[in-house]
């Protein structure tokens, strides 16, 4: 599987092989290509390797549990202590002048607190903690997908690129057979013109292709935090897939996914946050000791209190029923979720089919059939059995049938991929060392 599933060591969660490791090597193996070395091509490993530790949505989560951190401290926090110094009969009028008659008292106090009220504040700190990792779990294993798709559309452009500059061959020869022919007087000047523009357009079409390509790069790019592109081309195998598990086993597994499992740490805060709700509806009780010095006589005394807040019971009971609407709205919303993650799941489980049975008709009927009848068409024409319509025609007919082959290539591994990311499992399994460099033609 190609996402990674974060491992909690210490602090941070990194990266760990086993989890996500071949959610999505399924079929973009790595490709042995004749690229140049100098053109630096990246594979979708490196793409994701370089988001996980560089895409700053992820390092945001790092400050998120240290925050979390500095508050646990301050929840396991018992009630402070409280010294208190007070002066009574001093600076009056008549015998109470000057401070002969004067009454120190050097007090302590503090608060005794009931219900477990510590336990219940580290509780929700805990509770919030397991939340954020559950989050961060989630957010990267759609940055993972992001990350996938992005690649798979920017492959599929690599792949019409290659077939726009083939297109362009296709044209430059036809131009060079029409003029080889009105110079021998068997073609009109007009076709030897509508070659011309024929290769002229194919031009433009290349060269839009080419600026799309490259803003898709960008954009790819921009997933791990860079500004400009430092790869040429990218590795990758658009026509290899794998057998797929059935929908109940992948939508079983989709219930079990960090994007669902985040709803089951929310609710554990929720819980937590009720408990800590009904904490504070006990009352505490706050004490005082002390030492009283009667400066007149000269003698001293203990002094002690005690105060107990009354009905105070009922004055949180507003707290509470919030904080259990709050939990009791987390089940809804994760039945929500569910019914979207089914839909989403149903509606890619069958394009992904759809798309992989589209390929393999392509590739073993049409594209055979239209590649025979070109060569057929051609030399008609160059025998002056066809005319230059008919050539052009079967022409566009077998550039058309390779774009709709990338096209439900690159459909079929993108709902592939959005597959993936909703399970957290791979669709593949077993690969091995010789598949991942293998490469695919057309």
């Known amino acids: 599987m190609l996402f990674c599933k974060p491992m909690e ?15 999505f090597l399924f079929t973009l193996v790595f490709n042995v290509t004749t690229t140049h070395a100098e053109e630096r091509p990246i594979s979708l490993a490196d793409a994701l390797s370089r988001t996980m530790a560089q895409n700053p949505s992820l390092q945001v989560f790092d400050f998120r549990l240290q925050g979390l951190e500095g508050r646990r401290l301050s929840a396991d926090q018992a009630p402070a202590y409280v010294a208190g110094l007070e002066v009574e009969n001093v600076l009056g009028s008549g015998d109470l002048r000057g401070a002969d008659r004067a009454e120190y008292t050097l007090s302590l106090s503090s608060v005794i607190e009931l219900g477990s009220k510590r336990q219940a504040r580290t509780g929700v700190v805990n509770s919030r903690y397991d939340l954020v ?22 492959l599929a452009l690599q792949k019409k690129l290659d077939l726009s500059a083939q297109a362009m061959a296709l044209s430059e020869t036809t131009l060079n057979t029409v003029t080889q022919r009105a110079k021998q007087g068997a073609a009109p000047e007009a076709e030897v013109l ?32 860079e500004t400009r592109v430092d790869f040429q081309r990218l590795q990758g195998d658009l026509f290899r897939f794998e057998p797929s598990e059935r929908f109940e086993v992948l ?8 994007m669902i499992r985040v709803y089951a740490s929310e609710r554990r805060m929720r819980e937590a946050e009720i408990r800590l709700a009904r904490s504070q509806s006990e009352s505490d009780i706050r004490w005082q000791l002390g030492a009283r010095r009667f400066e007149e006589s000269g003698e001293a005394a203990l002094v002690a209190g005690i105060s107990v807040p009354l009905f105070s019971g009922s004055r949180n009971r507003g707290e509470v029923q919030s904080a259990m609407a709050a939990r009791n709205e987390v089940e809804y919303r994760q039945q929500s979720a569910l019914l979207k993650l089914h839909s989403l799941l149903f509606e890619a489980f069958h394009t992904r089919q759809q798309n992989i049975d589209a390929v393999e008709r392509l590739r073993s009927t049409v594209l055979p059939d ?18 230059y319509v008919e050539w052009t025609a079967a022409q566009r007919e ?15 591994l993108l709902n592939q991929a959005l597959i993936e990311q909703l399970t957290a499992q791979s669709m593949t399994q077993g690969q091995t060392a010789s598949a991942l460099n293998q490469t695919q033609d057309y």
């Open 251 to 258: 939508y079983q597994q989709a219930r079990e996914s960090p």
């Open 194 to 225: 509508r070659a011309k523009a024929a290769l002229a357009q194919s031009q433009l079409a290349h060269d839009a292709l080419q600026t799309e390509y490259e803003k898709r790069k960008v954009a790819l790019a921009s997933l791990w935090g």
């Open 9 to 23: 060591t210490g602090r941070r969660l990194q990266p760990r092989q086993s989890y996500f490791q071949i959610l």
């Open 133 to 154: 990792k559950a989050e961060r779990e989630a957010k990267t294993l759609e940055l993972l997908g992001e990350v996938t798709q992005r690649y798979v559309a920017t």
């Open 398 to 412: 077998l550039l058309s049938a390779r774009e709709a082959l990338v096209e439900a290539a690159a459909t079929a």
């Open 370 to 387: 239209l590649t025979k009848a070109l060569e057929l068409t051609q030399k008609a024409y160059e025998r002056g059995r066809y005319s």
